[in-house]
């Protein structure tokens, strides 16, 4: 590597997300100069190790951008769209994990494993990450895209809780310890009776010994928008803009790691075997297939891992262009920090070759 | 009503269907002469509560079924593959809640609210009653059927470890009990290993913080049992040989009511205006479809109430023909011990008129 090491802020530093940021910078290869952890004015001065240091967090202002070639925003929507302008206008490229610009024309959409080129045009200084949700399904679903030609993916979602944070888990373990060695669970009404709807809950209705049809806002016609993002999200990574797309998303009492039930019909013919190829030699992809052998993948499986874990592969029984299967994925990993990273790590080569 | 009230036989009374069988036999009006419960040698002996007067338990034996008019099969596939025809030997009219006879040609398969007729003729002196999977969303389809003209369902199911039985819901619990108030669920395996896989779990992974993509047996090219299950019993039942049905069976850890996420191709254009008004009079279903306000089924709204719940009806983005919802039942109640009480007061009604 030639050139300077660039520097990098990580603002969200104190969030989940932000922690598993830090992980994954430790456990890399170490290729930035500075790193700056910043955070909300309230959460700034708590010291996180990063790298094998004890780094002092600082607090969101227009300068603590000044000399950073790289800032990862791992914040909420209004936050990002407040302050990832600032920083691209401080000469920052914004690496933007939350939803505030996926859908900008004039932000590229990236994949590193299927549309990296994509970072490299910039207009506004910012490169989205995608949602968890198309993070855990869109590089084996990109993989199959390359060889087969994907024409529609019809997909419900087995989401985890951390997908709404720190209150989303804390929720989860509330409503478990109210329920654990107790008999609900087997009357009407009874669970959400036992837990209220918790002013502090995220989720529409109780998630422990639950599952909860309903992700994000209201779209519109009865979706959700995490239901839309998908679909808008996977358009535009895979670049297919009338590719055919349905989702249902559904929370359920997992603490991380999304799965998703994916139903994806190709222009060409695809057999299991033809399938497990490409999958079995997919970057970023394990293929875990062997149900007779127990060899599917759980989100207790691929909790902490990067890839996505792909298994139940079948081909439909009524349509030879279509195939079945199901894929684990860790939502803070390759759903979000390790996604982000990548994409950081990929633009932080420009910095290198200049 | 006139002549005489027939007679009953409960096989398997003491089990988990059993036991909602005696709740629902208490409830509904009481058209019974004799009841009789049965089980397994073992289970023989105790006394159990059925419409108001407590009943001692019979051994399962050739003998039991002497004088009996209708026999309710609610045990394992292999006891029933065994019992049933015995019972209908000695002139019962057996209704069966297994495996065992769904699919024979000479074995009526049988939901009342959609082919009550196809009860009345039964070549082995049989009825069968679905699956509880294929329950928990067939009398939803086959409204919409009966109006839009079905073609096919793409279903991914969240269903209830009581679909196991009392091993089912037990183990559940243990591994709740193991996992409440820990940080597990955090780490990679970590939920395997504090749980063991457990030799007396139904499940082939965990099912505590996790879901498990597996229900059934290996029935070949990656299918398993259950998910055929759906597909030639949906076909059976709406009496459309050629429907196309695919379908992903995943256990989630709730106790009672599976959940289905849907998607249904017609051959007429539907609406979600028009499906709401065929949903909102069906029989056997209630429409609760207002997610904005926070309107949508989940199992812990659902378990203990006899209709199948429909909520989040979406009508396709890319086909008009197509509608996408999400349906909960409770899989004890309409999917096992309601369905075959509700087939066996049908067939009651013959004995009624003779």
């Given at each position: 590597m030639t050139g300077r090491r660039p520097s990098l802020a990580v603002v969200g530093a104190t969030g989940v997300i932000g922690g598993v940021m830090l992980q994954i910078l430790s456990e890399?290869?170490?290729?930035?100069?500075e790193v700056r952890l910043v955070a909300s004015p309230r959460a700034a001065g708590t010291k996180l190790v990063v790298r094998g240091e004890e780094t002092e967090v600082l607090p969101l202002?227009?300068?603590?951008?000044?000399?950073?070639?790289v800032a990862l925003f791992l914040v909420p929507d209004e936050v990002s769209a407040q302050w990832g302008p600032v920083a691209a206008g401080r000469g920052a490229v914004v690496v933007d994990d939350?939803?505030?610009?996926?859908?900008?024309?004039?932000v590229p959409l990236v994949v590193p494993e299927i549309n990296?080129?994509?970072?490299?045009?910039?207009p506004r200084g910012i490169v989205a990450s995608p949602s968890c949700t198309t993070l855990s399904l869109i590089v084996a679903v990109g993989a199959l895209h390359a060889e087969f030609g994907l024409r529609e993916l019809i997909v419900s979602s087995y989401q985890a809780v951390s997908g709404e944070g720190r209150d989303g888990v804390a929720v989860l373990r509330e409503q478990l310890a109210l329920v654990a060695?107790?008999?609900?669970?087997?009357?009407?009404?009874d669970v959400r009776r036992a837990m209220g709807?918790?002013?502090?809950?995220?989720?529409?209705?109780?998630v422990a010994l639950n599952v909860v049809p309903w992700a994000g806002t209201d779209a519109g016609d009865g979706w959700s928008s995490e239901e839309l993002a998908i679909r808008g999200e996977c358009r535009k990574v895979l670049g297919l803009p009338g590719l055919k797309v349905t989702a249902t998303c559904v929370y359920v009492p997992v603490v991380a790691a999304h799965s998703m039930s994916v139903h994806a019909r190709f222009e060409n013919e695809v057999s299991v075997a033809r399938a497990h190829e490409v999958l079995a030699t997919a970057p970023g992809v394990v293929l875990f297939d062997s149900p007779g052998a127990g060899d599917f993948p759980t989100p207790s499986d691929v909790v902490g891992t990067d890839p996505a874990w792909v298994g139940r592969v079948r081909q439909s029984m009524d349509d030879p262009h279509a195939v079945d299967m199901f894929i684990c994925a860790d939502n803070l990993r390759k759903g979000a920090a390790l996604n982000v990273a990548q994409i950081a790590e990929s633009v932080a080569g420009e910095f290198s070759r200049t």
């Open positions: 890399h290869a170490d290729i930035w100069g202002s227009e300068d603590v951008f000044d000399g950073v070639d939350s939803a505030a610009f996926r859908m900008d024309d004039d990296p080129h994509a970072a490299r045009v910039r060695g107790t008999e609900l669970g087997t009357r009407p009404g709807d918790g002013d502090r809950s995220p989720f529409a209705a109780p």
